[in-house]
């Protein structure tokens, strides 16, 4: 079996972090399988797409590496959907309802009253004939409702939750096309599952209870149902995932510097027993991919340690890796210098600018002598050799200084700062002529 899996969004919006983890799980299942992933635009609310999401999250999955290898899009598909729908009403598995939504909300209401659970109530599966020509005659359209079958439980092992059982007399017939002929959700994802071959259905666990009744339409339509995989929804620190912060897109990350392998990184991880670490290598996130691995308790997604891991990727990043987003001219040697000291890669420009020059001149105050003497000793030494060790290890001798007196005026005049990568990185690249002219001011 060829593993087929779909990641579905809405284009109603950016892709967030929810949808980037499904996704990306989407994503590293069908890689560990050697098998497709596909992109399913779910654009069936027709109000809400906006084709400009669809741009937004084809780049947002490039960006992320997660390259779908087919694309559908639901609004394309509409004649397909009309036909397996014609086919369920003709079996009597889809029904017309003509309820108002103030009527069903008064059945509920009373039912609550009542302590009954709020269940449709199938009074439109009553109706004769004559009673749906009249309600149409007098200018009421019907909506749909797929009939759950009550005679068996609904189970199914899920790859994460394991058993799942639900009692389908204790659900309401769902609907899945409204009076103005538009599509649900439920039914045209069930029909593309199957007509794609989807062998993983891979989502968070708040369509759970979708899945049940998704169960009874694969089935209604004569298709085995695909393994589903329902994940623990992320939360915040403090409990539920802020509006905030569930909301932050790609975009958004991007922005503040996140790189794309902390993100993967991260969300490949989180919520399962295995350690989040620092991996830019996708083939190990693909390779130690397994929904065995995941728990059920709902995942805790931190920005701060996303921020930290994406420090410890920049670390380490190659410079081939990030070499078009580098000043012009910034050198491999002047990257690996630098990078160290970086929480953002757009950083580098200030390092590169620190080295380059010209940077600020600073106040040598009471270090006067001690810099000149430093320019002194600078002009001696072997600039191929390590030079940074040569000038402090002669200065210290001579001018009998250790520790911070000894570095932090030296530091201070070459980079204008008191903070910064390692010394003996930056001064090489600094170079003889500029730290001359840094220490002695000529
Ligand atoms: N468009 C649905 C969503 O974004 C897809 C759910 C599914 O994966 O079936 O929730």
């Not at 910034?330 to 080295?355: D, F, G, K, S, Y």
């Not at 007196?405 to 903070?419: E, I, M, S, V, Y």
């Amino acid at each position: 079996m060829t593993v087929i899996t779909r990641f579905a969004p809405s284009p109603t919006g950016r892709l967030h972090v929810g949808n980037i983890r499904t996704a990306l799980h989407n994503w590293l299942f069908a890689q560990a399988n050697r098998g497709t992933f596909m992109l399913r635009i779910d654009d069936t609310d027709e109000e809400r797409s906006a084709a400009h999401f669809i741009t937004s999250i084809r780049a947002d999955l490039a960006w992320l590496g997660l390259t779908p290898v087919k694309e559908e899009r639901q609004s394309a598909r509409y004649a397909l959907y009309q036909r397996q729908f014609d086919t369920l009403v003709a079996a009597g598995r889809i029904y017309p309802a003509y309820e108002s939504a103030q009527e069903l909300e008064l059945k509920r209401k009373i039912q609550r009253g009542r302590g009954l659970p709020p269940v449709y109530d199938r009074a439109a599966l009553n109706l004769t004939p004559e009673d749906r020509a009249t309600l149409e005659a007098e200018g009421v359209q019907p909506h749909w409702r797929f009939r759950l079958d009550h005679s068996a439980p609904i189970e199914w092992h899920d790859l994460i939750r394991g058993p799942q059982h639900f009692d389908p007399a204790t659900m309401s017939d769902p609907v899945v096309r409204r009076a103005n002929g538009s599509w649900l959700y439920m039914l045209p994802s069930v029909i593309d599952d199957i007509d794609m071959g989807i062998t993983h259905v891979v989502r968070g666990e708040d369509h759970v209870s979708n899945t049940a009744l998704q169960i009874q339409m694969f089935d209604a339509l004569g298709a085995p149902p695909p393994s589903f995989a329902h994940e623990a929804l992320l939360t915040g620190s403090e409990g539920k995932l802020s509006k905030r912060l569930g909301s932050v897109g790609v975009d958004q990350f991007r922005a503040a510097g996140i790189e794309p392998q902390a993100i993967r990184a991260l969300l490949a991880r989180l919520g399962t027993s295995d350690p989040v670490e620092p991996i830019q290598d996708i083939a190990t996130l693909i390779a130690g991919f397994d929904f065995s691995h995941f728990g059920r308790a709902p995942a805790r997604f931190d920005e701060c340690e996303l921020a930290q891991l994406n420090a410890r990727i920049i670390h380490e990043l190659p410079f081939a890796t990030v070499a078009d987003r580098l000043p012009d001219g910034m050198t491999e040697a002047a990257w690996q210098a630098v990078r160290p000291n970086l929480t953002a890669v757009a950083e580098a420009a200030e390092w590169w600018q620190v080295i380059e020059g010209p940077i600020p001149t600073i106040e040598k105050g009471e270090d006067t002598a001690y810099l000149a003497e430093a320019a002194a000793v600078a002009a001696m030494i072997d600039w191929d050799a390590d030079p940074w060790h040569s000038l402090t290890n002669r200065l210290k001798e001579t001018t009998g200084r250790k520790g911070r007196q000894l570095f932090l005026p030296l530091r201070r005049a070459l980079t204008g700062r008191d903070h910064g990568p390692d010394m003996a990185a930056l001064l090489p690249l600094i170079g003889r002529d500029r730290t001359l002219y840094r220490l002695s001011g000529t």
